[in-house]
């Protein structure tokens, strides 16, 4: 795989990241400008995981019968209309409705980029181009709360949301321009008619399942620290919205160390023997960051070491566990990326919507909701266990 594609991948997959973590700091601004408080913004961003759980179950199908750049093109056009129309919008409700369009347009980049690596690579490597995917894409997180203060310093909050239109523009020519089809020669395309069926099948594969739930499960517990940080450090614990990208960035930084760390453990061992290993790192991550919650402490500073254990390891879990799932679905990876993405959003939409179901004016809901997200992971990863000497 060329750098060139690789990087053109990772602003595909950075379309998430991006379209959440640009806007993170104008919480509480969006909060007055639509006279609404921080609770009710965090539905824009349920609303942009539910759009991003539904729409990749859309495109899988399109992607196994169309080939990877038509269904990119279309998916990159959408998410550029309806950012632009998120800097339009003169009500909460309109927020609501153009992110959940948003969210339809920008996954897209994800399921055709997982497919785009299945295709090229085998399974080993696979986990490897997800952790260098991981490094590309892991810069979002850092930089896009940074910029996203900065804008709405200087710009306003519409501001976060005209970057986005251009960035997509940008990643539309350059999928345009430098993208090939890959899509296996010899293969005869899927029909639609049949991708209930295939969902059906993959739903049945227990192997496939329980590495997606995995996933999901450990994903879950990192959108609730998206939808919850905000509130915790800014509102409870007076961190200045213009720095509050720099906590967010240090924890990003984490995940992307870890994701590198992974490609290097990989020589050693297979992706499964290291997945079986990070979740227990990340539940036990949990617990300490919950206990800690529990005891409500006046710094933030004790919160923040066992949150950034559990957002780090995550570059270890995510391509190992993406890696296994999609292993054995050779000429279905567009489904099975799709099923694979769409249930990671709805439990990452469960998650973060607990966040602010659960609110009580402490950090103890994003602590306890992570921790049970990491517990949820660690059974699934049990339930799906292989022979010492599987293939992975």
Not at 29 to 54: C, N, P, R
Not at 80 to 109: E, H, N, T
Not at 370 to 375: T, V
Request: aromatic content about 10%; hydrophobic content about 55%.
């Amino acid at each position: 795989m060329t750098l060139r594609i690789l990087l053109i991948l990772g602003a595909l997959t950075a379309f998430g990241p991006m379209a959440i973590d640009l806007y993170l700091p104008s919480f509480p601004v969006l909060a007055k400008a639509f006279a609404t408080d921080v609770e009710h913004v965090q539905l824009s961003l349920a609303a942009y995981f539910i759009g991003m759980a539904l729409g990749q179950l859309l495109y899988g199908p399109l992607i196994d019968r169309y080939g990877r750049r038509l269904p990119l093109l279309l998916g990159v056009a959408v998410f550029c209309l309806a950012s632009l129309a998120c800097a339009l919008a003169d009500s909460l409700d309109a927020m609501i409705i153009a992110r959940f369009v948003q969210a339809l347009g920008g996954c897209v980049g994800i399921v055709a980029s997982r497919t785009v690596v299945r295709d090229l690579c085998d399974a080993p490597t696979t986990a490897k181009v997800f952790s260098q995917l991981l490094l590309v894409m892991g810069l979002a997180p850092i930089l896009a709360p940074v910029l996203g203060g900065l804008l709405l310093e200087l710009s306003g909050w519409p501001s976060l949301f005209i970057t986005l239109a251009l960035f997509s523009a940008a990643t539309g020519l350059a999928v345009w321009r430098w993208l090939p089809e890959t899509y296996p020669a010899g293969l005869t395309p899927a029909p639609l008619s049949g991708a209930l069926r295939q969902y059906g099948r993959l739903w049945r594969d227990r192997h496939f399942l329980g590495h997606t739930l995995t996933c999901s499960f450990a994903m879950a517990g990192m959108f609730a620290y998206i939808a919850g940080s905000p509130f915790v450090f800014i509102e409870l614990y007076g961190v200045p919205a213009e720095h509050y990208g720099w906590l967010f960035g240090t924890n990003a930084a984490g995940f992307i160390l870890l994701a590198q760390l992974n490609a290097r453990l990989l020589r050693r061992q297979g992706p499964l023997f290291w997945l079986r290993r990070w979740v227990w790192f990340y539940f036990g991550s949990g617990l300490v960051l919950s206990v800690v919650a529990l005891s409500q402490p006046v710094a933030l500073w004790p919160l923040l070491v066992p949150l950034f254990c559990c957002i780090a390891s995550l570059g270890c879990i995510m391509p190992n566990a993406t890696a296994c799932a999609l292993a054995e679905q050779g000429e279905h990876a567009g489904s099975a990326s799709a099923l694979l993405g769409c249930v990671q959003f709805m439990l990452a939409a469960v998650a973060a919507a607990a966040v602010g179901w659960l609110h009580e004016g402490s950090a103890l809901p994003l602590a306890g909701i992570i921790a049970f997200c990491g517990l949820l992971a660690v059974l699934s990863a049990l339930w799906t266990a292989r022979p010492a000497n599987a293939p992975l």
